[in-house]
């Protein structure tokens, strides 16, 4: 059955750096694009940052451009995201997902998702 586990989430103090992480098991890694997401209590989820399926091009929401930087290593089936310069706003759960089909911006074009990890930043 196919897994995705996130970890790296935490508590950080505004301006810090967190690093989360994405392991997938049960489905050829290579062949899907990947995507974070985060959604924050109240709130719908939310795209943040996706790579396609051989890491050669990566797409990121305008309000972490510049901060947050995706990467994935295939031959360990993972996917990192790593988050400098955390702001308040970026509280929230971040979860990692699987498509098959192709990249999305949206919730609706992925297949697979992990339980998420919290991201908590203070001011």
């Known amino acids: 059955q196919v897994q995705l586990v996130e970890s790296g989430g935490g508590l950080v103090q505004a301006g810090g750096s967190l690093r989360l992480s994405c392991t997938a098991s049960?489905?050829?890694?290579?062949?899907?694009?990947m995507g974070w997401f985060r959604q924050a209590p109240g709130k719908e989820r939310e795209f943040v940052a996706y790579i396609t399926s051989r890491g050669g091009a990566t797409v990121y929401a305008d309000s972490v451009k510049g901060r947050f930087a995706i990467s994935r290593d295939n031959a360990k089936n993972s996917m990192l995201l790593q988050m400098n310069s955390l702001k308040p706003d970026d509280t929230a759960a971040y979860y990692c997902?699987?498509?098959?089909?192709?990249?999305?911006?949206?919730?609706?074009?992925?297949?697979?998702w992990g339980q998420g990890t919290q991201v908590t930043v203070s001011s």
């Open positions: 049960g489905l050829t890694f290579s062949n899907y694009f």
């Open positions: 997902a699987a498509s098959r089909l192709g990249y999305s911006r949206s919730t609706s074009g992925y297949d697979y």
